[in-house]
T-cell receptor, first 114, second 113 residues
Framework: DAGITQSPRHKVTETGTPVTLRCHQTENHRYMYWYRQDPGHGLRLIHYSYGVKDTDKGEVSDGYSVSRSKTEDFLLTLESATSSQTSVYFC?????????????FGEGSRLTVL | AQKVTQAQTEISVVEKEDVTLDCVYETRDTTYYLFWYKQPPSGELVFLIRRNSFDEQNEISGRYSWNFQKSTSSFNFTITASQVVDSAVYFCALSVLDDKIIFGKGTRLHILP
């Protein structure tokens, strides 16, 4: 199994508060991704990174920012959480360039925004 | 634009029956990759298979088999002699070069004892 850990695994917060989710990998993979999973929508890409300090937006990036200061860590930040951001968030890693290979996923972080 | 359709939202079968999960994809690219992932009740996403657009050979892995047909833009997944442990949500996904992986909305499979 790929060495990916997400923290926190569960979080309940209130609308308007900032939230940061962390993804840590021990595989030294170049590419890292943040997805959210919602009923009826499957998995949707929020942001991804193709190297340290190199990030780009996915299809549902509004309200989210990311940072990658080290190869092993990819942070997802909700500057001011809203109820629509209640979701399960998955981090994924890959050593394949985008579009050419599979992703390996972390265990997910369940976020509830009240 | 790429698209993946999993028309079956939810399927229930009795244990030991065979079951096929359908996946239809859309892309104009000639080079692309197809994937299947499994999400058991515990919630993690498990990679099952990758297939590229130039390899239409069907694949079998134990009780699992995959049928890739470019003529119908389908990449269907069959579980033979299903077991309760096969109960999960299954996602089909598609990617093209230099672009993100697009996931279908998933099919929830219930295997009834």
């Amino acid at each position: 199994d790929a060495g990916i850990t997400q923290s926190p695994r569960h979080k309940v917060t209130e609308t308007g508060t900032p939230v940061t989710l962390r993804c840590h990998q021990t595989e030294n993979h170049r590419y890292m991704y943040w997805y959210r999973q919602d009923p009826g929508h499957g998995l949707r890409l929020i942001h991804y990174s193709y190297g340290v300090k190199d990030t780009d937006k996915g299809e549902v990036s509004d309200g989210y920012s990311v940072s990658r200061s080290k190869t092993e860590d990819f942070l997802l930040t909700l500057e001011s959480a809203t109820s629509s951001q209640t979701s399960v968030y998955f981090c994924a890693i890959s050593d394949f360039s985008p579009g050419t290979g599979e992703l390996f996923f972390g265990e997910g972080s369940r976020l509830t925004v009240l | 634009a790429q698209k993946v359709t999993q028309a079956q939202t939810e399927i229930s079968v009795v244990e030991k029956e065979d079951v096929t999960l359908d996946c239809v994809y859309e892309t104009r690219d000639t080079t692309y990759y197809l994937f299947w992932y499994k999400q058991p009740p515990s919630g993690e996403l498990v990679f099952l298979i990758r297939r590229n657009s130039f390899d239409e050979q069907n694949e079998i892995s134990g009780r699992y088999s995959w049928n890739f047909q470019k003529s119908t833009s389908s990449f269907n997944f069959t579980i033979t002699a299903s077991q309760v442990v096969d109960s999960a949500v299954y996602f089909c996904a598609l990617s093209v070069l230099d672009d993100k992986i697009i996931f279908g909305k998933g099919t929830r499979l219930h295997i009834l004892p």
